[in-house]
């Protein structure tokens, strides 16, 4: 799927033309290849729909009064959004319900039923220190004291062949481990790396995105870095 950004006096597309759908949601218009629907029954997407549908399912059950919660803080200024092609959008209420308390499930947290306190948590300072080829994969992180005394941080991944220094665009990373609250300095993250990737060659480039994450569930800018595989 690709995010269109139109000029006057074209304001958008809908529908379909060539075999490509033209349409749009709340943070851009968007164009992809018109597919007929697959119903596809793998653990991974079973997860995801039923994750879905119980975020779903939370959202009806809210009170009025809760859910205007969620519309005021997805309103508010702080908490404007940016597409791809540099274009400022507001999520929905429904967005931040469905985003926030999924962080917080993945933190072992319970649900919010009210919108927390509005307020972004900065990047974080770390350090992809070292990481180790396949088969033994796995990467060294270092950050200062303190670094996430009070805020949750998640690693993401990216692995580039040998010699291709290029930096992978933010859909290339895929989610690798979550750094503890109070997690110490100098933290090593391994066991499954490759598995995440695929094999890890020496000399491949590793990327990786560390956010860090507050108690409340919102997610902060990445903070990036690289290193060789040995």
Request: charge should be positive; aromatic fraction near 10%.
């Amino acid at each position: 799927m690709a995010s269109v950004k139109f000029a006057a006096p074209v304001s958008g597309l809908r529908g379909k033309l060539g075999g490509i759908v033209f349409s749009a949601n709340s943070s851009s218009n968007y164009c992809k290849p018109w597919a007929r629907g697959a119903v596809r029954h793998t653990a991974l997407t079973s997860v995801q729909r039923r994750t879905l549908g119980t975020h779903a399912i939370a959202w009806r059950s809210l009170s009025a009064a809760n859910a205007a919660t969620w519309n005021v803080y997805a309103a508010d200024v702080t908490n404007e959004l940016t597409n791809s092609l540099g274009v400022a959008y507001y999520a929905s209420g429904f967005n931040w319900f469905v985003g926030i308390n999924q962080n917080r499930i993945n933190l072992g947290l319970a649900q919010l039923d009210t919108a927390p306190a509005t307020g972004v948590p900065a990047a974080p300072t770390v350090v992809l220190a070292s990481c180790s080829a396949s088969p033994n994969a796995a990467l060294g992180l270092t950050w200062g004291a303190g670094e996430f005394t009070t805020l949750y941080g998640r690693v993401y991944v990216s692995l580039s062949p040998p010699g291709n220094n290029a930096v992978p665009p933010i859909s290339r990373y895929t989610y690798y481990a979550l750094i503890p609250l109070g997690g110490a300095p100098g933290f090593i993250i391994g066991g499954y790396l490759d598995y995440i990737t695929g094999p890890v060659l020496a000399d491949s480039v590793v990327f990786v995105r560390t956010n860090a994450i507050t108690s409340a569930g919102r997610m902060g800018p990445g903070a990036y870095d690289s290193i060789i595989a040995v």
